[in-house]
């Protein structure tokens, strides 16, 4: 290891112990200390300032953590679905909303995952030739195709769950019950708001959008 690196980090450790001088620390404080520190120097409030821009700092902030979280979310899935070659992330969440229906159109289905039509089309089609989801005709609108879960549809999803309920369970990271407890009513929240813009303001302008958030 090169001296100046050693050297850094000693003065790092040396900020760190001043902080809170007395108190005992482990190296997971530091590790913690040091992440905040390098967060603090990317947050979006840098950008504001040097370019004078007006923005909803809290909310900014919020965003990005969401951003994210799920960037990070979608890293853990593929991972964990590297062992089933007829599944990708998103492939598994069509299989997961399918799996509380005996049938759906293919649009209520690409609604229920909050996707534009194309993009749900690819993954219905991807599914529907790895033989876990199968078509059919509607009988009651011919302009529409039904999609259900075939055996082996059901068979994938039940193996894939096993290393998704572990990736659940990593996504929390070290948030205690009563932490994910709130996490989940204010997550649960949000989503029913954006659930509501999604299937009746989709088409609208981020204007009109913005006066549904700051209307009491």
């Known amino acids: 290891m090169e001296l100046n690196l050693i050297i850094e980090i000693l003065k790092e450790l040396d900020s760190f112990q001043k902080i ?19 967060y603090e120097k ?9 370019f004078d ?5 809290l909310e900014n902030e919020i965003a990005k953590q969401v951003i994210m979280l799920g960037r990070y979310s979608k890293q853990l899935i593929r991972k964990s679905l590297e062992d089933n070659p007829n599944l990708v992330n998103e492939d598994f969440t069509y299989l997961f909303r399918m799996m509380d229906y005996p049938s759906l159109t293919k649009m209520q289905l690409i609604e229920k995952n909050a996707h534009e039509k194309q993009t749900g089309i690819e993954i219905i089609k991807r599914l529907v030739k790895n033989g876990l989801l199968i078509e059919s005709p509607d009988q009651n609108d011919k302009r ?17 769950m096993k290393d998704i309920t572990i ?15 709130n996490l989940l009513n204010y997550l649960k929240k949000l989503n029913t708001f954006h659930h509501t813009v999604y299937t009746n303001f989709k088409n609208e302008e981020l204007v009109r959008i913005l006066q549904m958030v700051d209307h009491d």
């Open 167 to 181: 990736v659940s369970k990593i996504m929390c990271g070290k948030l205690n019950g009563e932490e994910k407890g």
């Open 42 to 50: 990317e947050t979006p409030r840098n950008l504001t300032e040097k």
């Open 20 to 38: 809170q001088p007395g108190s005992q620390k482990t190296l997971e404080d530091f590790r913690m200390y040091l992440n905040e520190k390098a």
């Open 53 to 57: 821009l007006e923005v909803y700092d």
């Open 144 to 160: 529409s195709t039904r999609i259900s879960v075939t055996e082996k549809g059901k068979k994938v999803f039940l193996e894939s």
